[in-house]
């Protein structure tokens, strides 16, 4: 078992920055790649920011330039650094942590209890 705890999520303005924290503890040696999603109202979760063994980092294109991940390997804690945020931004973000093999995610996979970010324009 895996627990991932969220942190950091409010309120910015457009254009602003923004920094989440994720805190994982328990069996943290059974995943092998954490990332970040967002979901909208209205709108399907998707997939923003991950961040595998050997610090090999990938991002979606819609955030690329913008938004860093990074782990701190003695807090045990991933986070995202979200630059030049824009309204249509505005979503529950959440921290994900899973077992990956052969490129799929296998049944070890956990997910924090999502933090509130809000973009005013």
């Known amino acids: 078992q895996v627990q991932l705890v969220e942190s950091g999520g409010g309120l910015v303005q457009a254009g602003g920055s923004l920094r989440l924290s994720c805190a994982a503890s328990?069996?943290?040696?059974?995943?092998?790649?954490m990332g970040w999603f967002r979901q909208a109202p209205e709108k399907q979760r998707e997939w923003v920011a991950g961040?595998?063994?050997?610090?090999?980092?990938n991002y979606a294109d819609s955030v690329k330039g913008r938004f860093t991940i990074s782990r701190d390997y003695a807090k045990n804690t991933v986070y995202l650094q979200m630059n030049s945020l824009k309204p249509e931004e505005t979503a529950v973000y959440y921290c994900?942590?899973?077992?990956?093999?052969?490129?799929?995610?296998?049944?070890?996979?956990?997910w924090g209890q999502g933090t509130q970010v809000t973009v005013s324009s």
């Open positions: 961040i595998a063994s050997g610090a090999i980092t």
């Open positions: 328990g069996s943290i040696s059974s995943i092998n790649v």
């Open positions: 994900n942590g899973s077992l990956v093999r052969g490129g799929w995610v296998t049944s070890q996979d956990y």
